[in-house]
Nanobody, 121 residues
Framework: QVQLVESGGGLVQPGGSLRLSCSAS????????MAWYRQAPGKERELVAR???????YYADSVNGRFTISGDNAMNPVYLQMNRLKPEDTAVYYC???????????????WGQGTQVTVSS
């Protein structure tokens, strides 16, 4: 079983920055890519940013231009740099990776335990 561990969350004032980190117990990101999701109280979990195995990135409109997803060649860990944070960015942030395990397309989803990000003055 692959373990994903997030770190770097905390309390920050509006306009501030945080960097989240996600490490995997096995190097699955370089072959499968990974994504950051977040879930605010009373809301559904939403995709924040994604990076593919080839390094292509995608961002939700709400964070585009403020957040950056990155990793080195080994892609372990993968980071989420969050700048110009807003109160509406407050949520539990999760890292996620979907690993294809068969040629027929069967896959296993891996989630981290989440890290709390609170943006408040």
């Amino acid at each position: 079983q692959v373990q994903l561990v997030e770190s770097g969350g905390g309390l920050v004032q509006p306009g501030g920055s945080l960097r989240l980190s996600c490490s995997a117990s096995r190097n699955i990101f370089s072959r499968n890519g990974m994504a950051w999701y977040r879930q605010a109280p009373g809301k559904e979990r939403e995709l924040v940013a994604r990076i593919t195995s080839s390094g292509t990135t995608y961002y939700a409109d709400s964070v585009n231009g403020r957040f950056t997803i990155s990793g080195d060649n080994a892609m372990n860990p993968v980071y989420l740099q969050m700048n110009r944070l807003k109160p509406e960015d407050t949520a539990v942030y999760y890292c996620y990776s979907r690993v294809v395990i068969s040629v027929e397309g069967a896959a296993v989803e891996h989630w981290g335990q989440g890290t709390q990000v609170t943006v408040s003055s």
